[in-house]
């Protein structure tokens, strides 16, 4: 993912408290009776290869005696199930995945293997892998099945090969890939401005804030809209933007003859990219900004040059970073809007991506579910532990070699609290809920811990981004990806030539050339595999049955 750093706070919502929460102590009996929490005795080992980097060493440094092989998670797994974790090797991100790709290579690869769904195919048509149809069948607690169905059928679709569960899916959050449009509020009110009920309104937001300096230094020194070189990035991107105009060019999605289309070739993409040139040629959009990541794109938030981005519902913590010398700086989630003013679509992209295989010839292809089981199991089963193993106030979840979450829990903790605000029951706020309840509290008191809980109130307060996103669930403005299957064998081929074409040609066009490059760019995007993808997708579609849910 492109932000780097930034994309950390996804999931990263740290607790407030470092309360010491003892630690699942078994005292030799076993604490579960289900076969897929039992434990081995005598333990068995399984190796994994691991990737590091500068989030994980920054969570290391403030739990001494941990490390990324020996730490609480790994300590829990040996204690309940007796699997000793250990790995081939680690390696940090700059090289993992070149490491990684030799290892797949020459068919040296560890017990449990993390494989996108390119990879998944190679290593089963290889034989190096166990079907896992079974195991999955017999050890998969509830809670384990529950969380890993959220999605739908399409993460498991995608791992199964030939009527075969060859690998257990990372279900990932489609949900939580929902877009709103955060706008600081201080700007629009010093310049007698309305939120935005259209995108003519948002057009005129974004020029009043580039020239009406709206930070009062005399200077025209200030952006209409934030802007990186990724173009999709989960904030500062522009796929907020482009879907008030219909247009959604980064997923695949049934036209009106109910045939699959790419989003990213539809006219209404052109249209989106017209406004955006005019944008940039009128000094709305950084001239700079085809040179920038969501790191140095930052920036501009902090230097409080920005007053308007498309983002993710974390895009809080962002935003926050222009309180850093402007205290009296606040910012808002807003829904995005369409040209007409009707509530637009909202895209989501399928998001699953990897999946966890297991090496042929395991004594225990089990032991993987049992992993899966107890990982869900402490951060949100019956006898969960959260301020030790989720949130520590460290994103503790990240040391364990299988991180399972249930896709839709920040929205259920948003509802639980919306539950609270309204009766005032403490008791419908589970671990989450409570802590992100915690901090809320703390920006309300508006004590020296305020600024803690400013993100989180603009996240899941009553008019958070959260409050937006329920209502987009409720009035069906959710337009999930309709394609979810593995990738098709042109795309594993021309993926990455057609994304980079797409991402160059865009770039482009709101720098200044002729929107005409957008015909060019839709012909040449058909001849370099997309249309046989097309064929290929709506192949896959046709033998699911088309349409469906
Ligand atoms: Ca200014």
Same mark, same amino acid.
């Given at each position: 993912? *492109?932000?780097?750093?930034?994309?950390?706070?996804?999931?990263?919502?740290?607790?407030?408290?470092?309360?010491?929460?003892?630690?699942?102590?078994?005292?030799?009996?076993?604490?579960?009776?289900?076969?897929?929490?039992?434990?081995?005795?005598?333990?068995?080992?399984l190796s994994f290869v691991r990737e590091n980097n500068d989030a994980l060493e920054e969570i290391l440094k403030e739990l001494p005696g941990e490390t990324l092989e020996h730490n609480r998670w790994t300590d829990l797994y040996e204690e309940v199930l007796g699997i000793k974790v250990t790995y081939d090797w680690t390696e940090w991100s700059s090289i993992y995945s070149r490491k990684l790709g030799v290892s797949l290579a020459s068919g040296d690869i560890p017990d449990i293997v993390r494989v996108n769904a390119s990879q998944l195919r190679v290593l089963s048509n290889a034989g190096l892998i166990q079907d896992l149809t079974e195991v999955y069948s017999k050890y998969a607690t509830p809670l384990t099945r529950q969380v890993l169905s959220e999605e739908g059928s399409g993460p498991f679709d995608t791992a199964t090969i030939d009527g075969r569960l060859m690998a257990i899916p990372e279900t990932s959050s489609s949900i939580e890939g929902a877009m709103f449009l955060w706008i600081r509020t201080d700007w629009l009110e010093d310049l007698g401005l309305e939120p935005p009920q259209t995108m003519e309104d948002v057009l005129a937001i974004s020029k009043a804030f580039t020239e009406r300096d709206?930070?009062?230094?005399?200077?025209? $020194?200030?952006?209409g809209l934030a802007t990186t070189k990724y173009l999709w990035d989960p904030v500062m991107g522009l796929t907020g933007f482009m879907a008030g105009y219909g247009a959604y060019p980064g997923i695949w999605m049934q $036209?009106?003859?109910?045939?699959?289309?790419?989003?990213?070739?539809?006219?209404?993409v052109k249209k989106a990219l017209l406004v955006l040139q005019d944008m940039y040629r009128t000094g709305q959009i950084d001239r700079e900004f !085809?040179? @920038? $990541?969501?790191? @140095?794109?930052?920036?501009?938030?902090?230097?409080?040059?920005?007053?308007?981005?498309?983002?993710?519902?974390?895009?809080?913590?962002?935003?926050?970073?222009?309180?850093?010398?402007? #205290?009296? !700086?606040?910012?808002?989630?807003? #829904?995005?809007?369409?040209?007409?003013? !009707?509530?637009? @679509?909202? #895209?989501?992209? +399928?998001?699953?991506?990897? +999946?966890?295989a297991v090496r042929q010839g395991i004594a225990h292809p089990e032991a993987l579910i049992k992993l899966i089981n107890l990982h869900l199991e402490k951060n949100w089963g019956a006898t969960s532990e959260v301020e030790r193993f989720y949130n520590a106030p460290q994103a503790v979840w990240k040391l364990s070699p299988v991180t399972p979450f249930p896709v839709r829990k920040n929205l259920e903790a948003f509802r639980q609290l919306e539950t609270f605000r309204r009766d005032g029951d403490a008791s419908v706020l589970k671990d989450e809920a409570k802590t992100i309840q915690k901090r809320i509290a703390a920006y309300e008191a508006g004590g020296p $811990?305020?600024?803690t809980g400013w993100g989180w109130e603009k996240t899941y307060g009553v008019s958070g981004a959260f409050s937006i996103l329920d209502r987009y669930e409720r009035k069906s403005q959710l337009l999930y990806e309709s394609f979810v299957g593995a990738p098709?064998?042109?795309?594993?081929?021309?993926?990455?030539?057609?994304?980079?074409?797409?991402?160059?040609?865009?770039?482009?066009?709101?720098?200044?050339?002729?929107?005409?490059?957008?015909?060019?760019?839709?012909?040449?995007?058909?001849?370099?595999?997309?249309?046989?993808?097309? *064929?290929?997708?709506?192949?896959?579609?046709?033998?699911?049955?088309?349409?469906?849910?």
């Open positions: 993912m *492109a932000v780097g750093t930034l994309t950390a706070c996804e999931r990263n919502h740290s607790l407030p408290e470092r309360s010491p929460v003892p630690q699942g102590q078994t005292g030799g009996a076993p604490l579960y009776q289900e076969p897929g929490l039992s434990r081995y005795d005598p333990p068995v080992e709206p930070d009062r230094n005399g200077r025209q $020194d200030t952006y $036209d009106k003859t109910g045939k699959l289309v790419y989003g990213g070739i539809q006219p209404e !085809a040179f @920038k $990541d969501g790191v @140095k794109a930052s920036e501009w938030i902090e230097n409080e040059q920005i007053g308007m981005l498309y983002g993710e519902q974390w895009g809080s913590f962002l935003v926050q970073l222009s309180r850093t010398h402007n #205290p009296q !700086a606040q910012w808002q989630a807003f #829904p995005l809007v369409s040209e007409s003013g !009707a509530p637009p @679509k909202v #895209p989501l992209p +399928f998001s699953t991506s990897h +999946f966890l $811990d305020s600024e098709t064998e042109t795309m594993i081929e021309k993926q990455n030539i057609l994304y980079n074409l797409q991402i160059d040609s865009f770039l482009d066009i709101i720098q200044g050339r002729p929107i005409s490059q957008f015909d060019d760019f839709v012909a040449q995007w058909n001849k370099l595999g997309g249309e046989q993808i097309t *064929a290929e997708v709506n192949e896959w579609y046709a033998e699911k049955g088309g349409n469906r849910k």
